[in-house]
């Protein structure tokens, strides 16, 4: 149980356009999801965290009109990065947990590489 | 503010040995929840152990076991009869037990092990 799906796996494409990147939660409601964003050989950096029904709280130094945020039901929330560049280029993983008890452990998407052009 | 430090980058461990990985935090809170996740060349983020802050009893899950010294803050991983499939990336991780965290949680830099035949 507690399985998170994340779509697409991989991604390329051309600088300007923009990426729309999927995380549901596939047999539990996720009130709450969170997007990471990951370079090579480094840690999880927290980007946002998406609510459902309400804007997305984003961390310091994330560009909110860059990075699109929707949690528009219990089991989906998107990201959508916005006039992609190559600086963008990196591994986007989200994660979810059952429920809204913060001890119950995070259970992560598969990522998305996304490489821009 | 909490911080986790992992102060080793890389370990390496034959096949059958056992190798421990070390973690500290820093944090004023005396609630919490520590983990530690794996994150194999598939890059999915898989949950080894988890540990709560209130219980002296050191969490063990099969080859798996942690070493929790809650005075020192400290929350090591020893892997026990090491086999390939160990080889990834192992991140400790905190979260506050508090709502308002938003169950946000706080990863450490990273440990790549690497099991060897």
């Given at each position: 149980g507690a399985v998170v799906s994340q779509h697409p796996s991989w991604v390329i494409c051309k600088s300007g356009t923009s990426v729309k990147i999927e995380c549901r939660s596939l047999d539990f409601q996720a009130t709450t999801m969170f997007w990471y964003r990951q370079f090579p050989k480094q840690s999880l950096m927290l980007m946002a965290t998406s609510n459902e029904g309400s804007k997305a709280t984003y961390e310091q130094g994330v560009e909110k009109d860059k990075f699109l945020i929707n949690?528009?039901?219990?089991t989906l929330s998107t990201l959508t990065v916005t006039s992609a560049h190559p600086e963008d280029s990196s591994f986007y993983i989200c994660s979810a947990r059952p429920g809204d008890y913060y001890n119950s452990p995070l259970h992560f998407g598969n990522g998305t590489r996304l490489t821009v052009t | 503010a909490q911080t986790v430090t992992q102060s080793q980058p890389e370990m390496s461990v034959q096949e059958a040995e056992t190798v421990t990985l070390s973690c500290t935090y820093d944090t004023s809170e005396n609630n919490y929840y520590l983990f530690w996740y794996k994150q194999p060349p598939s890059r999915q983020m898989i949950l080894v152990i988890r540990q709560e802050a209130y219980k002296q009893q050191n969490a063990t899950e099969n080859r798996f076991s942690v070493n929790f010294q809650k005075a020192a803050k400290s929350f090591s991983l020893k892997i026990s009869d090491s086999q390939l499939g160990d080889t990834a990336m192992y991140f400790c991780a905190f979260i506050r037990a508090s709502t308002d965290s938003w169950g946000k949680l706080q990863f450490g830099a990273g440990t790549q092990v690497v099991v060897t035949p």
């Open positions: 949690h528009a039901s219990l | -």
